[in-house]
């Protein structure tokens, strides 16, 4: 009875060990397989989208600067015109939550006479006020309006879109047509069929909004001058990588 046991066992650790051999070199040949079958047949491809809008909103930094030989005097002047600027492009259809304070600088210079010698201390104030103007076409007549009311700086003029999100995405979508066209031309080229994507991805979303050259720079304004502004294009772009497989026709 021993005999005859032993000579069952030795048999099936044979076949155990010939299966577990196969096992493990059967996901290696696969694998190496699909993996060139994949890379042989696959069409990369980079497609552009762009679209080019007219802005209908723009932001402003309208500036007010003030001096007085104390500070209480400097500040409290600096106020008032701060106070009438907003009143005035308030009344120009702005809405007060579209307005608010981005700085506000407190600092002392000294003053000197004609000889060079140092004749006492000022202090200047300087106040900035961001403003979002979503009536475009009345920013002329917004900017007057704050040049009347004592702003005497304008440090920049930008424009943009108010539903951005939407341009983008459309632009995303103008990117990935772009792609599937050129990769069907390839496709058709080659004499092959282009098969469904293997992969995708938006590289770059680029988003570029024009800069009025109107107070570049935040110097100094004419409070009489009219202010001519010109909105120019917004124009989006965006690129898309995108891995199409094909096969014979």
């Known amino acids: 009875m021993k005999k005859s046991s032993f000579r069952v066992i030795i048999p099936l650790l044979l076949v155990g060990i010939l299966v577990l051999g196969a096992c493990q070199s059967l996901p290696q040949v696969n694998s190496q397989a699909g993996n060139t079958t994949i890379a042989a047949r696959t069409i990369a491809v980079t497609g552009t989208g762009e679209v080019v809008l007219v802005p209908d909103m723009a932001y402003i930094n309208v500036g007010i600067h003030t001096e007085a030989e104390d500070v209480t005097s400097a500040v409290n002047n600096n106020n008032n015109q701060a106070r009438a600027i907003k009143d005035a492009i308030v009344a120009m259809g702005v809405e007060e939550k579209d307005i608010q304070t981005s700085n506000f600088n407190v600092y002392s210079m000294n003053?000197?006479?004609?000889?060079?010698?140092?004749?006492?201390?000022?202090?200047?104030?300087?106040?900035?006020?961001?403003?979002?103007?979503r009536d475009l076409p009345g920013l002329s007549e917004i900017l007057d309006a704050a040049l009347g009311a004592g702003a005497n700086q304008i440090h920049g003029i930008s424009f943009d879109i108010a539903n951005r999100a939407e341009a983008m995405a459309q632009a995303r979508d103008l990117a990935i047509k772009d792609a599937e066209a050129k990769a069907q031309s390839i496709a058709n080229t080659a004499e092959v069929k282009l098969g469904q994507i293997m992969n995708i991805n938006v590289i770059n979303n680029s988003y570029v909004q024009p800069m009025s050259a109107y107070g570049m720079g935040g110097g100094m304004m004419d409070q009489a001058a009219s202010v001519p502004v010109s909105a120019g294009q917004i124009v989006i772009t965006?690129?898309?990588?995108?891995?199409?497989?094909?096969?014979?026709?």
């Open 111 to 133: 003053r000197y006479d004609d000889m060079g010698n140092l004749a006492g201390t000022n202090y200047a104030v300087d106040n900035t006020l961001y403003i979002i103007v």
């Open 238 to 249: 965006a690129n898309a990588d995108v891995v199409y497989a094909f096969g014979d026709k």
